[in-house]
Nanobody
Framework: QVHLVESGGGLVQPGGSLRLSCAAS????????MGWYRQAAGKERELDAI???????NYADSVKGRFTISGDSARSTVSLEMNSLKPEDTAVYYC?????????WGQGTQVTVSS
């Protein structure tokens, strides 16, 4: 059983910053990549950023230059530094761990950007 725990969400003003963290525990037999997705109210879940086990990163166009993903596959952790936050970044953010046989999701953490 693999369990992902996210932390770091909250309420922030436009232009502010937050750092999300995710830690995985359990029987993890190799990691292909870890990442962060968001799901705004009434919308589908969408990619924000991923990082592979070799350190290659990929970002959605909407967050390039504002968000930075970092991870440690050996420790099964991934973080997302979010700067210059906008109201449209408001969503539930989910951590993803992609193993070699299946994907695992965290429970989500709410990020609200509002004045």
């Amino acid at each position: 059983q693999v369990h992902l725990v996210e932390s770091g969400g909250g309420l922030v003003q436009p232009g502010g910053s937050l750092r999300l963290s995710c830690a995985a525990s359990g029987s993890i037999f190799g990691i292909r990549m870890m990442g962060w997705y968001r799901q705004a109210a009434g919308k589908e879940r969408e990619l924000d950023a991923i990082i592979t086990s070799s350190g290659i990163t990929n970002y959605a166009d909407s967050v390039k230059g504002r968000f930075t993903i970092s991870g440690d596959s050996a420790r099964s952790t991934v973080s997302l530094e979010m700067n210059s936050l906008k109201p449209e970044d408001t969503a539930v953010y989910y951590c993803l761990l992609q193993g070699w046989s299946r994907d695992y999701w965290g429970q989500g953490t709410q990020v609200t950007v509002s004045s």
